[in-house]
């Protein structure tokens, strides 16, 4: 079983920058590929950006392209979500999730593990 556990939301006005952590416990995610999806209220949830296992292949959604940048640190079994030029639609509730996979997926189904998310506001 994995732990996901996720921090650094919070409220941003726009334009700004935050950066989210999503750490991992119960064992190791170094394996996985992981990813950061992200859900509005009265939206669908939608992918914002996966890693692969190295992290040598990341996979981002058109809206936060050259915005948003995924990294991870195995050693320290975390993934990160640097998010810079937000803009008020970028407000949601954003989760981190691990599938048992080294490679990304664009799917939910596809993914095992999630955290319970937090909350991004950006004020415009």
């Known amino acids: 079983q994995v732990q996901l556990g996720e921090s650094g939301g919070g409220v941003v006005q726009a334009g700004g920058y935050l950066k989210l952590s999503c750490a991992a416990a119960?064992?190791?995610?170094?394996?996985?590929?992981v990813g950061w999806f992200r859900q509005a209220p009265g939206k669908e949830r939608e992918l914002v950006a996966t890693?692969?296992?190295?992290?040598?292949?990341?996979d981002d959604a058109d809206s936060v392209k050259g915005r948003f940048t995924i990294s991870r640190d195995n050693a320290k079994n975390t993934v990160y979500l640097q998010m810079n030029s937000v803009k008020p639609e970028d407000t949601a509730l954003y989760s981190c999730?691990?599938?048992?996979?080294?490679?990304?997926?664009?799917?939910?189904?596809?993914?095992?593990?999630w955290g319970q998310g937090t909350q991004v506001t950006v004020a415009s």
């Open positions: 890693i692969s296992w190295t992290g040598g292949t990341t």
């Open positions: 119960g064992r190791t995610v170094s394996q996985d590929a």
């Open positions: 999730t691990s599938r048992r996979a080294r490679y990304t997926s664009r799917l939910t189904y596809e993914y095992d593990y």
